[in-house]
């Protein structure tokens, strides 16, 4: 199932999770059942679960009985009461998901979806969306990833060679602070606009929140 | 086509297996029951010292086929074998007929059965 978790779970991929508990607990509870009778099991599930997911990245059509298809709960502003009655979604569960996405109001409203992990997506209209630069015709500049160059006393030289930057340049950024050698530090990240940001380990913060 | 290839070959691994235990199971079985067979009718003979040479034998092989069944097969069948066994060399040394003779075919019966269990039939999937 990758990096997902529980609550972005296909419905088939939460049940093959729940199968896949139950068989680990049938031999751990009983000695007298071989624990090859647990591990067949839950490698065959996880080949299919494999498998299943392969197929549907191939297929549409299977994709839609496996995974399901999202739906469309409000349009243009208005609620799809047909839909709702086919999910049995009820208006009370409809105004709590919308909250809790910070539309209080179903009037800011354009369109709401029902994705098939059962999150509920939220286009607001455009006069009630937040306001992005490209609104006000204001330039940005470029913002990239922020990557961590030193975690807990490790050097990330991968994301060094990500910056094409080195050990060399990264030692004589250190030294600014006073610090003389990587094991010191806690977290030293690098964005994209060249701020480094650099922590010591055991670094406390006092009374009134300053280093 | 890695991930196609790496599933293909992981699925005939695992029925390769399957069938490959199914076959070592139930060849086994077969050759506990020939002796087992052998040994009702020495019973029947009321060869005794034969007998219990033979079910010594038996349990011998039993032993060293035990440690294998153990990883595919539920304990509590074999441990009824074991009983069915014990009980057996107590009846044939004891020179009891009637009882000798029926936990033999328990045991042969036992031993059939588990291979039965085993085997890849509709009736065990469903």
């Known amino acids: ?211 | 086509m890695r991930l196609v290839f790496t599933m293909a070959v992981a699925l005939i691994v695992f029925l390769g297996i399957g069938l490959y235990s199914e076959i070592w199971i139930s060849n086994t079985a077969q050759e506990i029951s020939i002796e087992v067979s052998k040994l009702e009718e020495m019973i029947n003979n009321r060869d005794w010292d034969e007998a219990s040479q033979l079910i010594d034998n038996i349990q011998k092989d039993w032993s060293s086929i035990e440690e294998s069944w153990d990883i595919i097969v539920d304990h509590r069948e074999m441990d009824e074998i074991d009983l069915a066994l014990t009980r057996s060399i107590k009846f044939i040394e004891a020179e009891s007929f009637d009882l000798a003779l029926a936990e033999i075919a328990v045991l042969k019966h036992m031993v059939l059965h588990i291979a039965k269990k085993e085997s890849l039939k509709i009736l065990n999937i469903f």
């Open chain 1, 1 to 211: 199932m990758g990096k997902r978790q529980i609550g972005e779970l296909q419905p088939f991929e939460l049940v093959l999770a729940i199968m896949i508990a139950e068989l680990a607990t049938v031999p751990m509870e009983d000695k007298e059942i071989p624990l090859i009778n647990g591990i067949i099991p839950i490698i065959t599930l996880l080949l299919l679960q494999v498998v299943i997911t392969f197929i549907s990245l191939r297929s549409d059509r299977l994709r839609g009985v496996i995974s399901g298809t999202p739906s469309i709960l409000i349009e243009n502003g208005k609620i799809i009461e047909d839909e709702l009655r086919k999910l049995r979604y009820n208006l009370t569960d409809l105004l709590e998901q919308l909250r809790l996405k910070d539309f209080p109001n179903i009037a800011d409203v354009e369109y709401a979806i029902l994705e098939t992990s059962g999150e509920l997506s939220i286009i607001p209209k455009s006069q009630k969306r937040p306001l992005t630069p490209e609104d006000l015709k204001v330039d940005t500049p470029y913002e990239g990833l922020a990557l961590p160059l030193i975690m807990d006393g490790h050097i990330k030289h991968n994301n060094l060679k990500k910056f094409n930057l080195d050990t060399k340049w990264l030692n004589y950024e250190l030294n600014k602070f006073g610090i003389h050698s990587s094991t010191e530090v806690l977290l030293a990240s690098l964005d994209t606009k060249g701020d480094l940001y650099i922590q010591k380990k055991g670094t406390k913060s006092n009374k009134d929140g300053t280093l």
